[in-house]
C-alpha cells in the first residue's frame, strides 16, 4: 500500500496527528477505517471543505476504508470553531435539504464498490435521534471534564467575546460522540479534518480511551492560505462552492485559472492527483515561464474536470477561446454563454435599440462614449467576434446569441456583454 503519510507530507498537507509514529505502525499492520465529516452549513460544500474530502479520497487510493459523515445532527446545533459569533440556527426542513445534497457531492469523490475499501456514507442523526437528554448526559457527557472543555481554543475565543450558549458549547461532545459510535459501529481508529477541527477531533479521541479504552488517531490538514493574504476559496461574489449552480463550472475554472505564481504549485498538490514529478515540472515552467501559465492550466481543468466533469471541462474551455475570437460564439450552450458573462463587464438593458458605441461604454469596456467611437474608429471594437466599423450602427435581433446575449470585445483581451430583457 501506498505510504500516505508520505504523500500527504510531501503535499505540503500534514497540520497534526495525535502520534504520527504510531498511526504509521497502524497503517502498516493494513487497512484502516477512516473518517471526515461534513456539517451542512450551507446548501453546498466549499473548496475547505475539498482539500478534507481528497484526505479522504487519498486513503481510500492508498488501500484504506474511508466514511463520510454528513451532520444531519450537528448541522442542526453549529459549530463554534472560527467564529466570532452565535450562528443562526436553521430549521429541520433546511437542514435535511442540505443533507441530501451534501451526500451527493460527497458521494461523487469516493468508490463505492464490494471491494473491503468500499466506502460508506453515514448521517450523525441515525444515533443521536435515538439519544435521550438523560442518557446523553449519563453515558456521554460525564467523561468530559469542565475545565478542559473550556480550555479548547474554539470555546476560549468565544468566551473571550460575545460569550456562547450551551448549544454550541455542547458541539464538542456531539461531535466526539460520532466518532465513539464509528468506532463501534465500523471499527474506525482515524478521523481527518481540517486543522480548525483539531479540539474537537481530539475530544473524540479522549472520548473513545475513556469509554472503551480503544486507541485511536487524529489527523489534520493544513488551511488553504493565499500568498497575498487574502482568504482562499474566496471571491467578490463570496465563496467557491463545489456546486455549479453556486458557483458556476465557468467561473469555478476562471478562478483557478487565474491562481497567483505563489500558490499555483501549493494547489496543485493538495487538489490534484499529479504525481511529485509532474509537478515538480510544473513548478520549473512557473520560474522560466510564466507568462505561459501552463501550472494555472493544469490545475484549472484538473479542478474543473474533478468538481464538474470532462463535458463542462470542454464547455468552458470553449467558451474561454470564443469570448476571445478563437471559437464559434453560437455554438455555446446558453447556460455556458450566461456564466461567462457573468464574469466579465455586462451592460443589462430593456431592448434593442442603444447604437453599439452606447453599450461599448454601458458596458464599461470604455470609459465613455467618445472612447467607444475611437475604439470603432480604430478598428479595435467587436460585436460576437465581428468587427463594427461603423460608429452609428445599431445591433439588431439578428445579433442576439440565445435570444438575449451579446458579446463585446475592444482589442485582444478586454472581454465585456450585453444582456437583452
Given amino acids: 500500500m501506498t505510504d500516505i503519510l508520505d504523500e500527504l507530507e510531501w503535499r505540503d498537507v500534514l497540520a497534526q496527528t495525535t502520534d504520527i509514529d504510531a498511526l504509521r505502525a497502524a497503517l502498516s499492520k493494513g487497512p484502516i477505517t477512516v473518517y471526515a465529516g461534513f456539517d451542512p452549513t450551507a446548501p453546498s460544500l466549499h473548496m475547505g471543505n475539498l482539500a478534507t474530502l481528497l484526505i479522504l479520497t487519498r486513503f ?72 435521550s437528554a438523560i442518557g446523553f448526559l449519563r453515558d456521554i457527557g460525564k467523561h468530559f471534564p469542565v475545565n478542559r472543555m473550556l480550555a479548547r481554543e474554539s470555546v476560549a475565543a468565544r468566551l473571550g467575546g460575545e460569550g456562547l450558549s450551551y448549544t454550541e458549547f455542547s458541539y464538542q461532545i456531539l461531535q466526539a460522540n460520532d466518532y465513539l459510535e464509528l468506532y463501534r459501529r465500523n471499527g474506525c481508529t482515524l478521523q481527518v479534518g481540517g486543522s480548525d477541527q483539531w479540539g474537537n477531533i481530539t475530544a473524540g479521541v479522549d472520548l473513545v480511551r475513556r469509554v472503551e479504552g480503544g486507541h485511536v488517531h487524529a489527523l489534520t490538514g ?82 474543473t474536470t474533478l468538481v464538474h466533469g470532462a463535458d463542462e471541462l470542454a464547455a468552458v474551455v470553449a467558451a474561454s477561446k470564443a469570448l476571445f475570437g478563437q471559437g464559434s460564439l453560437e455554438e455555446l450552450p446558453g447556460s455556458t454563454l450566461a456564466a461567462a458573462l457573468a464574469e ?49 450602427y445599431v445591433p439588431e435581433a439578428s445579433d442576439l446569441l440565445h435570444g438575449r446575449f451579446m458579446v463585446l470585445r475592444r482589442g485582444k483581451k478586454a472581454v465585456g456583454g450585453v444582456e437583452v430583457g
Fill in 60 to 131: 481510500q487510493r492508498a488501500g484504506h476504508k474511508p466514511i463520510g459523515l454528513v451532520g444531519g445532527a450537528t448541522g442542526l446545533i453549529g459549530d463554534p470553531s472560527g467564529r466570532s459569533t452565535e450562528r443562526v440556527l436553521n430549521t429541520t426542513e433546511v437542514v435535511e435539504e442540505w443533507v441530501s445534497r451534501i451526500r451527493v457531492q460527497v458521494e461523487k469523490f469516493l468508490t463505492f464498490d464490494d471491494s473491503p475499501t468500499s466506502a460508506a456514507l453515514v448521517s450523525n442523526l441515525d444515533w443521536t435521534a435515538e439519544m
Fill in 222 to 303: 493544513k488551511l488553504i492560505t493565499k500568498a497575498d493574504g487574502t482568504k482562499f476559496g474566496k471571491t467578490a461574489g463570496g465563496s467557491v462552492w463545489l456546486d455549479g449552480a453556486l458557483t458556476s463550472a465557468y467561473a469555478f475554472y476562471q478562478y483557478f485559472l487565474n491562481a497567483d505564481d505563489r500558490d499555483v504549485v501549493r494547489f496543485l498538490k493538495v487538489f490534484t492527483f499529479r504525481e511529485r514529478e509532474e509537478i515538480e515540472a510544473l513548478e520549473k515552467a512557473v520560474a522560466d515561464r510564466p507568462f505561459a501559465r501552463e501550472a494555472q492550466r493544469t490545475l484549472a481543468e484538473d479542478l
Fill in 344 to 392: 466579465v463587464p455586462k451592460a443589462t438593458v430593456p431592448a434593442l435599440g442603444a447604437p453599439f458605441v452606447d453599450l461599448l461604454a454601458d458596458s464599461g469596456l470604455v470609459e465613455s462614449k467618445s472612447a467607444a467611437r475611437r475604439a470603432v474608429k480604430e478598428g479595435g471594437a467587436y460585436l460576437n467576434n465581428v468587427k463594427i466599423t461603423d460608429e452609428s
